[in-house]
């Protein structure tokens, strides 16, 4: 594996931005979700897309993936979609006589899960593992996945038939869920001029390489957050568990997870530090999805005014 060079705020930031810039050929209109799903990626994380069919969601996962020159597998989610489709399967060779394990789409650094939500609980379960800890395990046997390593989960809204809800725990392991939404009227006026993203997608090609892209989530890892900052996350996270309308609030897996998406919001930034502004711009796609709440018909909605109410209450630490 290349050791990632050390990288500048300035080299940093310009990266970053053409990353977006190049996203943006193929989904128009959406800035602020292109940057939080590049941010996702420099940070370490795994990403939900939610929202209605032919919005662009599969769109934004495919240009992101071959933005930054990077291994990616796409894997239709069905309700026949078995495990071992999805990590892999040991088979015996008779012309050997042994076991030999055949990866599947999941060994590649972006793997694209499209709408994971009409897989089976068994199958969308195969993922724990791999979100978590990188790896995955079959017939006893342990397999590191490649690095970097990130899940785009693609989902349509629950109430869409033949739709299965994930599980808490696997809500949990999403760094950032975000809604597209529909493009506005000069967005798609474009993308009626582009004959829509199948025709760009195809002539995408890679902005930066693997060495770039490691350098980056090295540099975003290591940026300085200041004491006060960590105790501000801390007891807006520690806010959640106590409030009225909250059932299950945040896990320490949601503050770590915060701090190292404010990192990367600092970086895209040009900054060696974060501020109190990082922290409450990424506060409600990062925290809101993992909340289980007293009336949970629309959790990212009623999650963000729960996010946004604990905002409102934590005081910003103040500097000297």
């Given at each position: 594996?290349?050791?990632?060079?050390?990288?500048?705020?300035?080299?940093?930031?310009?990266?970053?931005?053409?990353?977006?810039?190049?996203?943006?050929?193929?989904?128009?209109?959406?800035?602020?979700?292109?940057?939080?799903?590049?941010?996702?990626?420099?940070?370490?994380?795994?990403?939900?897309?939610?929202?209605?069919?032919?919005?662009?969601?599969?769109?934004?996962?495919?240009?992101?993936?071959?933005?930054?020159?990077?291994?990616?597998?796409?894997?239709?989610?069905?309700?026949?979609?078995?495990?071992?489709?999805?990590?892999?399967?040991?088979?015996?060779?008779?012309?050997?006589?042994?076991?030999?394990?055949?990866?599947?789409?999941?060994?590649?650094?972006?793997?694209?899960?499209?709408?994971?939500?009409?897989?089976?609980?068994?199958?969308?379960?195969?993922?724990?593992?791999?979100?978590?800890?990188r790896t995955v395990t079959v017939d006893?046997?342990?397999?590191?996945?490649?690095?970097?390593?990130?899940?785009?989960?693609?989902?349509?809204?629950?109430?869409?038939?033949?739709?299965?809800?994930?599980?808490?725990?696997?809500?949990?392991?999403?760094?950032?869920?975000?809604?597209?939404?529909?493009?506005?009227?000069?967005?798609?006026?474009?993308?009626?001029?582009?004959?829509?993203?199948?025709?760009?997608?195809?002539?995408?090609?890679?902005?930066?390489?693997?060495?770039?892209?490691?350098?980056?989530?090295?540099?975003?890892?290591?940026?300085?957050?200041?004491?006060?900052?960590?105790?501000?996350?801390?007891?807006?996270?520690?806010?959640?568990?106590?409030?009225?309308?909250?059932?299950?609030?945040?896990?320490?897996?949601?503050?770590?997870?915060?701090?190292?998406?404010?990192?990367?919001?600092?970086?895209?930034?040009?900054?060696?530090?974060?501020?109190?502004?990082?922290?409450?711009?990424?506060?409600?796609?990062?925290?809101?999805?993992?909340?289980?709440?007293?009336?949970?018909?629309?959790?990212?909605?009623?999650?963000?005014?729960?996010?946004?109410?604990?905002?409102?209450?934590?005081?910003?630490?103040?500097?000297?």
């Amino acid at each position: 594996m290349v050791s990632p060079r050390s990288l500048t705020p300035t080299e940093f930031q310009a990266h970053f931005e053409a990353v977006c810039a190049n996203i943006d050929r193929v989904v128009h209109g959406k800035s602020e979700a292109i940057g939080l799903s590049l941010l996702t990626l420099v940070a370490g994380g795994h990403l939900l897309i939610e929202d209605v069919p032919g919005v662009g969601k599969t769109s934004l996962a495919k240009a992101l993936a071959t933005s930054v020159g990077c291994s990616w597998k796409r894997v239709q989610f069905t309700p026949d979609l078995l495990p071992s489709d999805l990590i892999g399967v040991t088979v015996f060779r008779r012309s050997d006589e042994a076991f030999h394990f055949t990866p599947g789409p999941v060994f590649a650094n972006l793997v694209v899960a499209d709408e994971i939500n009409r897989a089976s609980p068994k199958t969308q379960a195969a993922l724990l593992e791999a979100m978590e800890e990188r790896t995955v395990t079959v017939d006893g046997t342990r397999h590191d996945l490649p690095q970097p390593f990130m899940v785009i989960a693609t989902q349509n809204p629950i109430e869409q038939e033949g739709t299965y809800r994930l599980p808490e725990s696997q809500i949990d392991r999403f760094m950032v869920r975000l809604s597209l939404g529909y493009p506005d009227t000069a967005a798609e006026v474009r993308m009626l001029g582009d004959s829509g993203a199948g025709a760009t997608l195809p002539e995408l090609g890679a902005v930066i390489d693997p060495p770039t892209l490691q350098a980056m989530i090295s540099y975003a890892h290591g940026l300085h957050v200041a004491d006060s900052l960590k105790d501000y996350m801390v007891r807006l996270v520690t806010a959640t568990r106590t409030h009225p309308e909250v059932v299950v609030g945040l896990s320490p897996r949601a503050t770590l997870q915060l701090a190292a998406t404010a990192r990367a919001r600092a970086a895209s930034a040009g900054r060696d530090h974060v501020l109190p502004d990082d922290i409450k711009a990424v506060a409600e796609p990062c925290l809101a999805h993992r909340l289980v709440l007293v009336n949970d018909r629309n959790r990212q909605q009623s999650g963000a005014a729960v996010v946004a109410q604990v905002l409102a209450r934590v005081p910003v630490p103040v500097g000297r």
